[in-house]
């Protein structure tokens, strides 16, 4: 018998997998599915963005880890314009393979292992378990991380928008972590990827000065062009904040030939150089959030937090499994809270990332 190779026995079964029966449910639907399980993009690539890739696409030569001067110009002035970071340099920036790779490989590549602790929100996207599970690292969870005993501690996550449930924490909040992490040693990695997407809340990031005092030691953030740009396509993040850890990173990611393609490097610059194109989905991503929020309280559920993000947090009052075959008996796909963690069994998560179109179809549907 050949070999497992042994990362397969320290991960979970791909939780989407477990979807695919009421998949096959909500397809049968007349009208077809509306899927609303995934929170990929389906708007178009705004065009400006589709030029400057067009027009980087002749690039034989190996791009860099670190990416261009000009990549990493546009990710200091958006980080200091956009959230209010102050005094960062091309030191304090590193883009990354898409965010998911950089949140599954961040405890390996931080050197973590047997007896390190990472630490993560009750509720959270699962891949923060699943790095602590390949680095052979110890993981725990929490509804507040300064309750947490931080023995073991190296790596905090904060996701504020959350996924799945949308909740934003305060600028106060995340001043009293950031206390609280520094009085511990405990580096904190902030992921951000929603920022751009606060409804009834402005999200807030730690590289802002009245969160940290004007330091970034300690503390990292990862942004994605995933959702503002519609880029999941493109693998397109980065990340900012702590120089003194960002390079060790640097220097690990190049000996693994962790680069950005030079492309969508040039695609990124012209991402992050217009806010046009932000402004005009995010009023696309209003438009079907409200829609469904209202239909979804009309046919009987609750709502709580979603006051950011790509999702609304919605509850029966049920097993989310039974919440999941109800709503696809109505061709419509959403993914089970259980997913995030047990205390969101009996919460699905509902993301607003379909057609105007599809989006009309399940109001028509939940009415």
Known sequence: MSAVPAPIDRIP??????????????????????????????????????????????????????????????????????????????????????????????????????????????????????????????????????????????????????????????????????????????????????????????????????????????????????KRSNLAGYRAAFLAGDAAVLDPLLQIRKHGGMMTSAPTQAAVVAALGDEDHVHDQRARYAARRELLREALLKHGFRIEHSEASLYLWATRGESCWDTVAHLAELGILVAPGDFYGEAGDTFVRVALTASDERIRAAVDRLA
């Open 13 to 226: 079964t791909f939780p989407w997998d477990k979807l695919e029966p009421y998949k096959k449910t909500a397809a049968a639907h007349p009208d077809g599915i509306v899927d609303l399980s995934v929170g990929t993009p389906v708007d178009p690539v705004p065009e400006l963005i589709q030029k400057a890739l067009i027009d980087a696409a002749d690039s034989p030569g190996y791009p860099t880890v670190w990416g261009t001067p000009q990549l990493r110009d546009a990710l200091v002035s958006w980080c200091e314009r956009r959230l209010g970071a102050r005094g960062l340099t091309h030191h304090n920036v590193l883009p990354v393979v898409g965010s998911k790779e950089l949140v599954a490989w961040l405890p390996t590549q931080l050197g973590l292992g047997p007896g390190d602790k990472v630490a993560y929100p009750r509720l959270a996207y699962p891949t923060y378990e699943v790095g602590a599970r390949l680095a052979r690292a110890e993981y725990v969870s929490y509804d507040d991380p300064t309750e947490l005993d931080p023995t073991g501690i190296k790596l905090l996550w904060l996701n504020s928008p959350s996924n799945p449930t949308g909740r934003v924490l305060t600028k106060d909040e995340l001043t009293r972590i950031v206390a609280w992490a520094r009085e511990h040693g405990i580096l904190i990695f902030s992921d951000e990827c929603y920022i751009e997407l606060g409804w009834e809340a402005d999200p807030v990031s730690i590289l802002h000065p009245d969160v940290n005092g004007g330091s970034y030691e300690g503390l990292v953030t990862v942004h994605s062009l995933s």
